[in-house]
């Protein structure tokens, strides 16, 4: 007889994946009614983004923000509250890290590359922490909110790198000056696969400790639990949110500032290119699980690699890739109901009444 | 030399017709946001209704040639996406917010899958209505073309609130957005009248979609919106629920976003992007000043965005 948290996480694994199946089934059906083989198109899926060397360093490239835009979701999920600021805290923390890497000259390229990541960081922490404090000490909705920053942020960066930022070498596409050779994050020897990509599956582990096996941790789900018992007990409602929040912005911070110093290489419009909006998918698929979020990113990289391949070999426009990513979280969202219904994945009765019978 | 015989009133009536052209899409998705949310229930997702309403009509336009079977057939957009949004929030555990969420990736993705072909071909407009006719300045007259739609929608917000306040139905919505218990208790089905606001709710802001792309800005592109029907929705906290003030609302925030382009127009070129952002500050301003953290917000719906009890 299986434990009963084996139980569970054979659940939490069996719905999430059945609903993706469903996702692609209907999006299939899509194609079909619009004269394309639902067969070819999966195919297609897979080849740019699992079907050789090449398509997995696309993959894993893509997965290594979304992992760290996620957590921007993840962490305050788990105090109860829906933040999807994500873009705007990438495009933030990406230019502030430019601006820092830009005005350091002369201090060795692993501490100034250190002092980028902090500078990026604190922006996307304390951007985020906005959000978290308007919420507490206003009741602001904190959904509403983080998505208007996300518009602010990216006109703010447009204003910059378009006025008193840009380089004026930089002409197609305004940008700030590129950062100096050395400030460039490396790759994995033999791949184009940058550093970035452990730095994400890091914080990830990191994050799960602090919820899972943390004081810290274990206040914050009593707070995402019930918010008001956890006030009677005592627990700083405010502080958590705050922090939590910081730290979820900070993890966003991260991914700009490793998007600027591993594939960009200075900051321009390139930093909106939706890892934000793609990372609150991630979350959601993951179900708010840090750990979950490295392997859903992985296939969320994966379906966003694949998108030019959909375009170049069946004419798809791009807006695919958007279409099924909002299929895929109506389906994971419906998922939601199926939880507790299967009689196969609950405990028996009689396995949890043993204890008391003994 | 017509500036002059305008005197001072040049800006003022340049920002008249900003506002009068800008508030149409705020309110028609302020009042679709009202209606469902006084049923209890939020809508997040209906900046992705504008952008299908959008794309729904300017394709039907270019194709028959009839503007007005555009607006029939943003309509029906709306329809569709309101009628899976209530779907799906009538489930167990589904999350209203987190549906609004899924609902604005799946409504902008579908807008931009259908309407790649449609950013360069020019569909039939709406006519415009000459309410500054008796006017000699052409100024004037030009800043007096409004929209049917703007009429359309001036009309419904006081419909509302008639419905809301006098009829039956009205107090049957208010009723379970009120105390869903209660409302059951009376023998109202609350998942239907849910299921109804929800639906015209999204259908409304469908049909100011279609102003977008059928009069102004009047083409059809992936940034016509940009976060207008998210503006709305916060519009509907500062109106306090009350279908007039969105009408007023609508007006200030139209009215701020031609600020920035009726700046440029004066000569100041540097600061565009700042100035627009700002409708984007203003409603955070408007939601800070508003919102409260020691109670619900004065007007607000008792069962906003509490769980239905299953």
């Not at chain 1, 948290?5 to 996702?23: D, K, Q, Y």
């Not at chain 1, 230019?95 to 604190?122: C, E, F, N, Q, Y």
């Not at chain 1, 750990?291 to 379906?303: E, F, N, Q, S, Y």
């Not at chain 2, 409708?279 to 953290?293: D, E, F, G, N, R």
Request: net charge positive; charged share 10%.
């Amino acid at each position: 007889m299986l434990a009963r948290n084996w139980r569970n996480l054979l659940e939490s694994t069996c719905i999430p994946v059945a609903a993706l199946a469903l996702a692609l089934i209907i999006f299939g059906g899509f194609c079909a009614l619009e004269g394309h083989n639902p067969f070819a198109i999966y195919a297609s899926l897979y080849e740019g983004a699992f079907g050789s060397w090449f398509s997995w360093q696309n993959t894993l490239l893509r997965a290594s923000p979304l992992m760290l835009s996620a957590l921007c979701t993840v962490l305050p999920a788990r105090l109860g509250l829906i933040i999807i600021g994500n873009e705007g805290a990438i495009v933030i923390s990406g230019l502030v890290a430019a601006v820092t890497g830009l005005s350091l000259t002369g201090l060795s390229p692993s501490l100034a590359l250190l002092l980028m990541a902090i500078a990026g960081m604190a922006t996307g922490g304390l951007w985020i922490a906005i959000i978290g404090a308007l919420r507490h000490y206003r009741g602001v909705n904190e959904t509403i909110s983080s998505l208007l920053l996300n518009y602010v942020a990216i006109l703010l960066l447009s204003h910059l790198v378009e006025g008193p930022l840009r380089d004026p070498a930089s002409l197609n596409q305004p940008s700030t000056y590129p950062l100096a050779e050395a400030l460039h994050l490396g790759n994995f020897p033999g791949s184009r696969i940058h550093y970035g990509l452990l730095w994400g599956l890091v914080t990830c582990t990191i994050a799960h400790f602090l919820i899972q096996r943390t004081t810290f941790g274990f206040a914050t789900r009593v707070v995402g639990g019930n918010a008001r018992a956890a006030k009677m007990a005592g627990l700083a409602v405010g502080k958590l949110t705050l922090a939590i929040c910081f730290l979820a912005g900070s993890c966003a911070g991260l991914a700009g500032m490793i998007e600027v110093a591993a594939v960009h290489g200075r900051a321009n419009g390139a930093l909106h290119s939706n890892y934000g909006y793609t990372g609150i998918l991630v979350a959601f698929v993951a179900r708010q699980n840090p750990l979950a979020v490295t392997l859903v990113a992985l296939l969320m990289g994966g379906i966003l690699a694949s998108g030019s391949l959909l375009q170049r070999a069946h004419g798809l426009p791009d807006a695919t890739v958007l279409l099924f990513q909002g299929l895929v979280f109506l389906v994971i969202l419906y998922s939601e109901s199926w939880y507790g219904r299967m009689a196969w994945f609950q405990a028996p009765i009689a396995d949890s009444g043993e204890g008391e019978r003994g | 030399m017509t500036t002059d015989a305008l005197g001072g009133w040049g800006l003022p009536l340049a920002i008249l017709a900003g506002t009068l052209r800008g508030s149409v899409p705020f309110l028609f998705v302020s009042l679709g946001e009202c209606l469902t949310e006084k049923s209890g229930k939020i809508n997040l997702g209906l900046e992705g209704s504008l952008l299908l309403g959008a794309i729904a009509a300017y394709a039907t336009s270019y194709h028959t040639g009839s503007p007005w079977l555009g607006v029939l057939l943003a309509g029906l957009a709306g329809v569709i996406l309101g009628a899976i949004h209530a779907w799906l929030v009538q489930q167990r555990r589904v999350n209203d917010i987190s549906v609004g969420i899924a609902m604005l990736v799946f409504g902008s993705g579908a807008a931009f899958y259908l309407g790649k072909p449609y950013i360069q071909p020019i569909a039939p407009q709406l006519p415009a209505i000459p309410l500054g006719a008796w006017s000699p300045l052409p100024q004037v007259q030009s800043a007096l073309m409004v929209s049917p739609l703007l009429l359309l929608g001036m009309a419904i917000a006081p419909l509302m609130q008639w419905f809301f306040r006098s009829t039956r139905w009205g107090l049957m919505i208010r009723a379970v957005g009120e105390s869903p218990v209660a409302a059951a208790a009376m023998g109202i089905s609350v998942p239907r009248v849910q299921t109804l606001c929800i639906i015209s709710g999204s259908l409304i802001a469908a049909v100011g979609g279609s102003y977008l792309s059928l009069y102004f800005p009047g083409s059809w592109n992936e940034n016509i919106s940009s976060g207008q029907g998210l503006i709305a929705i916060a519009l509907v906290i500062f109106a306090r629920w009350n279908p007039i003030h969105c009408l007023f609302a609508s007006f200030l925030f139209g009215g701020t976003q031609g600020l920035g382009p009726a700046i440029q127009s004066i000569g100041v070129e540097s600061y565009y992007y700042l100035f627009n952002s700002i409708p984007y500050l203003l409603t955070l301003v408007v939601m800070i000043l508003t919102c409260s953290p020691h109670r619900a917000s004065v007007g607000a719906p008792e069962s906003l965005g509490r769980a239905n009890n299953h």
